[in-house]
């Protein structure tokens, strides 16, 4: 039994390295308000009252309070008009107390999202999801303001796990705007060599078994068995997929895009859903937040 144990894989604990760089920014924080009289603001909006946007917006505003940022919050109806939330965007970017901006997706189908988005000034946009922070991600030697929360979690974990990501073969399951394309490039600029697998890859599990570190953002539930896995790979698991379970109250668990307990029989490494790479996308909030703070205050001073 002791021997079965010894081989299954170091779990990688989001939650721990999260709670970890929030007393950091705690520091950081308390360091900003004794020099510059503010603390770093951040505007959630959030518009209807979808159940799970609910439940994200109120984590991130739970965790600004946390560690000492101000949350400024935005909470409109399902039926704001486009104009109406671009006006708001526009009055947050005027704001000198608001440090960083997130508007909380999806939005409704009547609210053109890429408008909404591109609205949000650079300067403030902690999601990182402006064309022009994504382009310069995508560029060598070029460094974007800010790099999204997911992605950036993902390898600040790698980074504080203690593992090597220069010259390793990584790949990335699946290519969605928010995590997919931007782990990669963000990957290539810590000097992995990245191949992308998406749904149009024939065997993918073949090119899986070939990476040093897997990145699972594909959105399907448990689709990354053990045979896809080389053995003493790091897994980072993104996936957070709701499947039928009756024993729990809601009648559904949260599973990740990797079959954690095949894996991890497997790998070296592994993050387990929930508990790896959530809290480590909100920590990662926070830190932009906490950048674009000292940014603006060190130039208002200057």
């Keep these: 039994m002791a021997d079965a144990e010894a081989q299954l894989a170091t779990i990688i604990d989001g939650k721990a390295i999260a709670q970890s760089i929030q007393r950091e920014l705690k520091e950081e924080i308390e360091q900003i308000t004794a020099a510059y009289g503010r603390v770093p ?9 979808r159940k799970d946007s609910q439940t994200y917006v109120r984590m991130k505003r739970k965790a600004c309070a946390e560690v000492g940022i101000k949350s400024i919050n935005v909470d409109l109806p ?6 109406e939330l671009l006006d708001t965007v526009l009055e947050l970017n005027a704001d000198p107390t608001v440090d960083g901006i997130l508007v909380q997706l ?9 408008m909404i988005l ?21 560029m060598k030697g070029r460094e974007p303001l800010f790099v ?6 993902c390898t600040e974990l790698l980074v504080r796990s203690g593992i090597t990501i220069a010259k390793k073969r990584a790949v990335v399951v ?21 191949t992308i697998v998406h749904s149009h890859t024939p065997n993918p599990e073949s090119i899986v078994k070939e990476a040093d ?11 990354i068995k053990a045979d896809w896995i080389k053995p003493g790979a790091v897994v980072i698991d993104v996936g957070t997929n709701p499947v039928s379970d009756s024993s729990k109250k809601l009648g559904y668990k ?15 490494w592994i993050t387990p859903v929930p508990g790896g790479v959530g809290p480590m996308t909100i920590a990662m909030l926070l830190r932009n937040t906490v950048d674009s703070a000292k940014r603006t205050l060190s130039k208002s001073s200057a």
């Design 41 to 49: 603001g951040l505007a959630v909006v959030i518009v209807g009252e």
């Design 78 to 83: 399902e039926n704001v008009s486009q104009a």
């Design 106 to 114: 999806p939005l409704p189908k009547h609210v053109h999202e890429e």
């Design 118 to 138: 591109n609205a949000i000034s650079i300067e403030k946009d902690v999601d990182g999801f402006h064309p022009l922070n994504i382009g310069k991600l995508s």
């Design 148 to 153: 999204p929360c997911t992605p950036k979690g």
């Design 174 to 194: 699946g290519r969605s705007n928010i995590v997919g394309m931007p782990v990669a490039m963000l990957l290539i600029k810590l000097d992995a060599t990245v």
């Design 213 to 223: 570190i897997v990145i699972a953002a594909a959105g399907q539930a448990q689709l």
């Design 254 to 268: 949260i599973v990740g895009d990797v079959h954690f307990e095949e894996a991890r029989k497997v790998a070296g």
